[in-house]
C-alpha cells in the first residue's frame, strides 16, 4: 500500500495520471479542505490509507487557487461546510461551475437543511464527521459517475438536438461500464450540477466519445471547454435574449460566437445551467419538504426500514439508496417506502428512473431522456435491488449515503425539477384518470415552486403514451402526491411513492414531520392517483404504500416535496414497482414499460395498495419505519434514491 | 521485558479510557492510520488536537464574555471543537460539546455556561490522560508505538 502511494506520487502528471488511471480509483487525486487542522490530518490518512493520492489545504481560498491552476490537477475534491475564510457551500459551487470536478462535502453538521443545501449546490455527497474510512473508499465513484453522466450528457444533448433516440450504444455502454449506478451517478451528477460539461463530451463525436468513456471508466482526458466567468457571462446574455425557454444551442452558439466552441459544448453546459435555474427556483421550497420528509434521517433509511416492516410495505422501492441518494432519493424514498420486505428493494429506480427522465423531460421533452434514464434507473435499479435487503451494515452505511446522497440529490432543483417532470408526466400519461388527476392535484398541491417547465408538458405529452405502461406501476400515478410543507411522512399514506426526497435521515423525517394534513389532502388525492391497478395490487402487498413508483416524498416541505413526489410517483411507480418485485426497477420512462406487470404485483403484495386508499397511511408507514428503525433497518439497499435525483440533476 | 510490561500498561490504560466511555471506536480508527509511513501519527494527531483544541476552548470562552446572549457565535464556535472531537473520538468531550449546543440551541446561557465547564473539564481529564499513554507507548518501544499491542 504503501509502495503504490509512493509510486503515484512520481506519476504524477499526465503520463502518471495515465497509469493512475490503469489502476483507478487508486491514486485518484484527492484534495482536501477543511479548516479544522485535526480533522484534515485524519481525512489524509483515510485518504492515503485507501490509497489516493492527497493533497490538503486548510483553506479554501488555497485550495480554489490550486484548483484554478490547474484544473488537471485533481480528481476529487471533498471540502468541510464550515470553513472561516470562504463558506463551504460557495466552495462547492465555484468549483463545480468551473472545474465540473466532484464535490463532495464534509459536516459534523447532518441536519436534513444543510444537507440539503450541499445537494442543491452540487455536493455529489454528503459525509457526517467522523468520517469513516469505509466511506471514503467508495468516494470514487463519484469520479467515475461524473465522467458517465458527462458522457450520457453528451449523448443526451445530442439526442436533444437531434430528438435521437438516447440509447446509444454508448449510453448502453455507459450502463454497463457503470453497472447502473454509475450511470445513475453520471446522469445525477451532469444533470445535479450545470458544470460545464466541457471537454470530453462535446469533443467531436458525441458517440465516439461514449465509446471511449466507456472503455475507460476514468474517462479519457479529453480537452475541456473551460468555461470561464467570461464565457459564462456571454452564455447567460445569449440565453437571456433568446429567452431560457426558447435557448436553443444553435442560437446560443451564434450568439456567442465565439471560437472554438462547438454547439455541444454550449448544450451540455445549457443543460447546466438550465439544472441550476430550476435548483435555485425550487432549493427553497424543497428545502423544507425534503427537511420534513427526512427528518434528519435517511429517508432511505427508512426505506430500508421499511423493508422490514410488517405493516408498512410501501415500496419494495428503492431500498438501496445508492450513494447517489440525490437522485435515487426520489426514487428510493418511494421504493423504501415501499419497505419490501420479501420484495427485493427494487432501487428507487423508479423514483430515480423518474427523476432522470423527468430532469430530462423538463428540459426536454424528449422521451427518450426517460428512457435514458430508465435505463440507468435500471441499471441502477437492479444494483440497487441486488443491495442486501436489510442488511444492517448496508444500513449503516446506506444511510450516511443516503445522507449524502439525499444532500446531492438535493442539489437541488434536479429534485425539483424531476418532480417537476415527473408530475408532469404522470399528469399527462394516460395514466388512469384516476391517476391522472392525483397527479394533476399534486401538481397544484405543490406548493413548491417546482416549476414544470415547458417541456414538462411535453413531457406530460409523452408521459400519456406511457401511462399504459405504467399502469402497471400504479405508482407513477402516485407520484403525485404533493408533498407541500412538511410532508411528513406521516401524511403519506404509505402508498405514496416514498420519496425521500429529504435527504436527511429518514426516519427522523418519517417520524417528525407532521405534515400538515393539507399534504395529505392532496395526497390522499394523489394517492388515488395511483393506477387503480396497482394500487390495488399494492394493496395486497404488505406495503401499506403503493410502492409502485409513488415515491413517497417524506418531505417535510410540502412544496418540494410535493414536487417530488409528483415525480417520483409518475416514473416510477410504475417501475418502482417492478422494480421492487423483481428488485430492479425498471423505470421505463415512460415508453416502454417494463414488462413487469407481474411484479408489479409482487410489488403490490408489498404495497399494500396504499395508493388506492387515498388516505395516507403515511403515519403507518411512518411508525413501519420508526419501527424498522428501530429494528435496524434491513433495507440498507438505496435503490430507493435511484433515480429521483438524477432527475433533478438532468437538470 | 520493561518494556513489554510499559505496553501492558498503555494497552491497559487505553482500555479504560475505552470502557469509560473517554474515547471510541473513532480513536481506533486514528491509530490505525499508523503505518510506516506515519509511525507516530496517532500521537501527532492528538497533540495537534489539544493544540487546536485549547486555542478553541480559549475561542469559546471569549466569545462567551465578549459577545454574552450571542448564541450563534458561540455555537459556530463550539461546531469547530465538536468537529475536532469527533475526529479523534473523544467521545466525552463531544458529548459536552453537544449539550453546550443545545443550550445555544435554546438560549440557555446558563446552560451553556454549565455545559462549558464540563467541557473543559473534559478537555483537561482527557488530555492528561492521553499524555500519559502516549508517554507509556514512547517508553515501551520506539519501532512500533504498538497499535496493536494491548489487544485493541
Known amino acids: 500500500m504503501l509502495l503504490d502511494a509512493m509510486m503515484m506520487e512520481p506519476m504524477k502528471g499526465l503520463m502518471g495520471r495515465e497509469r493512475e488511471r490503469d489502476q483507478f480509483p487508486v491514486g485518484m487525486r484527492v484534495l482536501a479542505v477543511d479548516d479544522d487542522r485535526v480533522c484534515l490530518k485524519v481525512l489524509e490518512g483515510l485518504l492515503r490509507r485507501c490509497q489516493y493520492h492527497v493533497t490538503t489545504t486548510n483553506q479554501a481560498i488555497t485550495a480554489l487557487k490550486l484548483l484554478r491552476e490547474n484544473k488537471d490537477m485533481f480528481d476529487l475534491v471533498i471540502s468541510d461546510v464550515h470553513m472561516p475564510d470562504m463558506d463551504g457551500f460557495k466552495l462547492l459551487e465555484l468549483v463545480g461551475l468551473e472545474m465540473d470536478l466532484p464535490v463532495i462535502m464534509l459536516s459534523v453538521n447532518g441536519e436534513t437543511k444543510t444537507v440539503l443545501k450541499g445537494i442543491t449546490h452540487g455536493a455529489c455527497d454528503y459525509l457526517l464527521k467522523p468520517v469513516r474510512i469505509e466511506e471514503l473508499r467508495n468516494v470514487w465513484q463519484h469520479v467515475v459517475r461524473r465522467k458517465f453522466s458527462n458522457r450520457e450528457t453528451n449523448n443526451l444533448d445530442f439526442s436533444k438536438e437531434y430528438s435521437k433516440h438516447p440509447t446509444t450504444d454508448s449510453y448502453h455502454g455507459l450502463s454497463q461500464v457503470a453497472s447502473g449506478s454509475s450511470d445513475q451517478g453520471g446522469s445525477r451528477a451532469s444533470k445535479k450540477r450545470k458544470e460545464p460539461q466541457s471537454e470530453e463530451e462535446d469533443e467531436g463525436d458525441d458517440n465516439d466519445n461514449d465509446a471511449q468513456d466507456n472503455d475507460e471508466p476514468s474517462g479519457s482526458k479529453k480537452p475541456r471547454v473551460v468555461w470561464s466567468v467570461e464565457l459564462h457571462r456571454k452564455f447567460v446574455a445569449a440565453v437571456n435574449h433568446l429567452g431560457i425557454d426558447k435557448a436553443v444551442p444553435k442560437r446560443i452558439l451564434e450568439l456567442m460566437n465565439v471560437e472554438k466552441l462547438t454547439r455541444e459544448n454550449v448544450a451540455s453546459h445549457l443543460q447546466k445551467y438550465r439544472l441550476y435555474l430550476r435548483r435555485l427556483s425550487v432549493v427553497a421550497s424543497h428545502q423544507a419538504s425534503i427537511a420534513a420528509v427526512f427528518g434528519g434521517r435517511d429517508p432511505f433509511l427508512h426505506m430500508g426500514a421499511f423493508e422490514g416492516l410488517p405493516s408498512y410495505q410501501p415500496f419494495a422501492s428503492s431500498a438501496g439508496i445508492p450513494s447517489f441518494n440525490p437522485h435515487g432519493l426520489l426514487s428510493g424514498v418511494g421504493t423504501a417506502a415501499f419497505g419490501l420486505k420479501d420484495l427485493a428493494p427494487s432501487k428507487a429506480i423508479q423514483c430515480a428512473s423518474s427523476n432522470g427522465a423527468v430532469s430530462h423531460c423538463i428540459g426536454d421533452t424528449n422521451k427518450f431522456h426517460i428512457a435514458n434514464l430508465q435505463e440507468n434507473q435500471q441499471a441502477n435499479l437492479a444494483q440497487g435491488l441486488t443491495a442486501p435487503l436489510g442488511q444492517p451494515q448496508l444500513q449503516q452505511k446506506w444511510i450516511h449515503q443516503e445522507t449524502s446522497d439525499l444532500s446531492s440529490f438535493f442539489s437541488g432543483s434536479a429534485l425539483a425539477n424531476t418532480m417537476s417532470g415527473t408530475l408532469q408526466r404522470v399528469t399527462s400519461s394516460s395514466l388512469p384518470p384516476v391517476e391522472l388527476l392525483e397527479c394533476t392535484q399534486i401538481k397544484v398541491g405543490a406548493h413548491s415552486s417546482i416549476r414544470i417547465p415547458p417541456a414538462s408538458s411535453g413531457l406530460l405529452e409523452r408521459s400519456v403514451g406511457l401511462s399504459p405502461n405504467l399502469q402497471d406501476s400504479s405508482i407513477s400515478q402516485q407520484c403525485a402526491i404533493p408533498i407541500d410543507d412538511r410532508f411528513s411522512v406521516n401524511k403519506l399514506p404509505l402508498h405514496i411513492p416514498f420519496v425521500d426526497v429529504s435527504t436527511t435521515k429518514l426516519d427522523a423525517s418519517f417520524v417528525a414531520p407532521e405534515q400538515d394534513m393539507d399534504q395529505k389532502e392532496k395526497f390522499p388525492e394523489r394517492v388515488t392517483v395511483l393506477p387503480s391497478e396497482s394500487l390495488i395490487a399494492a394493496d395486497r402487498s404488505k406495503c401499506g404504500t403503493r410502492s409502485s413508483g409513488s415515491t413517497m416524498l417524506l418531505l417535510s416541505d410540502t412544496e418540494r416535496h410535493s414536487k417530488y413526489l409528483k415525480f417520483g410517483v409518475a416514473s416510477n411507480s410504475r417501475h418502482g414497482i417492478d422494480e421492487m418485485v423483481n428488485g430492479s426497477f425498471n423505470y421505463n420512462g415512460g415508453a416502454s414499460v417494463p414488462e413487469q406487470n407481474d411484479v408489479y404485483d409482487f410489488g403490490n403484495s408489498k404495497l399494500q395498495g396504499g395508493f388506492n386508499s387515498s388516505s395516507c397511511n403515511f403515519d403507518g408507514l411512518l411508525n413501519s419505519i420508526i419501527k424498522v428503525e428501530n429494528d435496524d433497518m434491513p433495507f440498507a439497499d438505496n435503490d430507493l434514491g435511484c433515480e429521483l435525483f438524477p432527475l433533478g440533476a438532468c437538470i | ?152
Open chain 2, 1 to 152: 521485558m520493561e518494556y513489554a510490561n510499559l505496553r501492558r500498561q498503555a494497552a491497559s490504560l487505553k482500555r479504560s479510557l475505552f470502557d469509560q466511555g473517554y474515547l471510541d471506536e473513532q480513536f481506533c480508527q486514528v491509530e490505525d492510520l499508523q503505518d510506516e509511513a506515519s509511525p507516530n501519527f496517532a500521537e501527532e494527531v492528538v497533540s495537534l488536537f489539544f493544540k487546536d483544541s485549547a486555542r478553541l476552548v480559549a475561542n469559546i470562552e471569549q466569545a462567551m464574555e465578549k459577545y454574552p446572549g450571542d448564541f450563534n457565535r458561540w455555537d459556530a464556535h463550539m461546531q469547530q471543537l465538536k468537529g475536532s472531537c469527533f475526529s479523534i473520538g473523544a467521545s466525552k468531550m463531544s458529548n459536552e460539546c453537544t449539550s453546550f449546543r443545545n443550550s445555544c440551541a435554546e438560549e440557555n446561557a446558563e446552560g451553556c455556561r454549565r455545559s462549558f465547564q464540563k467541557v473543559k473539564r473534559e478537555h483537561a481529564i482527557l488530555r492528561q490522560k492521553l499524555e500519559s499513554y502516549f508517554q507509556l507507548l514512547r517508553q515501551a518501544g520506539p519501532a512500533r508505538t504498538a497499535t496493536r499491542s494491548g489487544g485493541k
